[in-house]
């Protein structure tokens, strides 16, 4: 079906469902979008997906990519902290009306842009309709301003994972060697499959001593989907487990900035590279409009 059809389609379904034309030209207009949403995610906590985040955003932004970090772990140590950085708003006075996507973004290292976590925020998904108008309305303002959005998810399986995790096409799972986070990752990946379908799964092995233990990772997670799920899911790369990580903390620096020859930023450099060789497919292209359907609601489909 060409375009002109699909969105006659939309607008009728919209109207039968009694959404009004404003909300439907928010979708019209994302149709056109480009931006890749990456939602990095992990069954177990601590495995790295905050230093991920900031590193391959660094990276990518390093590529010349105009990159967009959304920080939506609500609870804990954020990438804001990681990086030094001191956030006056957060995605909370965007919500209240008080202040605009625009005021409430930070510039990181690279010229990266932030979103910070919504403190005060239990759950995305408890958003009442009018705020989930505002996070589109404000989200469709950025699309023509980014190439990549990166979404730093919490661990687990609570609901705010899960309506990030369906919000974005391409789901980054990192996991560490350790079994019970490639038992955690596991379980993850088959709720989201069994859930949502329609994703690019990537697994990141991080804090591997070696390629050949980041394979053997992959190899049984690879084997548990193929097995029970009948799905086969990407190898994306591995990071080395590397001190510097724990430095360039330390310093509130991305580990890539501060320590560009250390291994682990080698891998990621090379992670950023393999993303962005890639050309836009079947899953990059006007993620934002899935990213905005998923917050929203079905009413448009
Ligand atoms: N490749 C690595 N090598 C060594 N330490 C790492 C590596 N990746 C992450 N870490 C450390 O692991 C801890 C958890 O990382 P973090 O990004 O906060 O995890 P998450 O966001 O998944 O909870 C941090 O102390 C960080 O310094
Ligand atoms: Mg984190």
């Not at 056109?32 to 900031?54: E, F, Q």
């Not at 661990?155 to 996991?175: D, P, S």
């Not at 050949?212 to 097995?227: D, F, I, K, L, P």
């Not at 900035?257 to 899953?283: D, H, V, W």
């Amino acid at each position: 079906m060409d375009q002109a059809a699909q969105l006659r389609k939309m607008k009728v379904k919209a109207e039968m469902a009694g959404v009004n034309s404003s909300e439907c030209k928010a979708f019209e207009k994302q149709r056109n979008n480009s931006i890749r949403v990456l939602a990095v995610t992990s069954g177990k906590g601590g495995v790295g997906k905050t230093h991920v985040s900031a590193n391959l955003a660094y990276s990518l932004a390093k590529l010349g990519k105009r990159v967009l970090v959304f920080d939506a772990d609500m609870g804990l140590a954020n990438i804001d902290i990681i990086l030094g950085l001191t956030p006056r708003y957060n995605l909370h006075h965007v919500l209240q009306g008080k202040k605009t996507l625009q005021d409430v973004l930070i510039t990181g290292p690279g010229d990266i842009s932030i979103l910070p976590a919504a403190s005060g925020i239990k759950e995305l998904a408890d958003l009442t309709r009018g705020q989930k108008m505002t996070l589109i309305e404000e989200l469709d303002n950025l699309d023509e301003r980014f190439d990549y959005m990166i979404i730093d998810t919490a661990a687990g399986i609570t609901g705010n994972v899960l309506y990030f995790n369906m919000a974005a096409k391409e789901i980054v799972v990192v996991v560490s060697p350790e079994p019970t986070s490639i038992t955690d990752a596991y379980a993850l990946i088959k709720i989201l499959y069994r859930s949502h379908s329609e994703k690019r799964i990537m697994l990141l092995v991080n804090m591997a001593r070696n390629y050949q233990e980041a394979r053997e990772v992959y190899r049984r997670v690879g084997s548990a989907t193929e097995h029970f799920l009948d799905l086969t899911i990407e190898y994306l790369g591995y990071i080395v487990y590397d001190e510097r990580v724990a430095d360039a903390a330390r310093l509130q620096k991305a580990l890539v900035e501060a320590y560009p020859g250390a291994k682990a930023s080698q891998c990621l450099i090379g992670i950023a590279r393999k993303l962005s060789r890639e050309p836009a497919g079947r899953y990059n292209i006007g993620s934002v409009k899935f990213f905005s359907n998923a917050i929203i609601g079905r009413d448009c489909e």
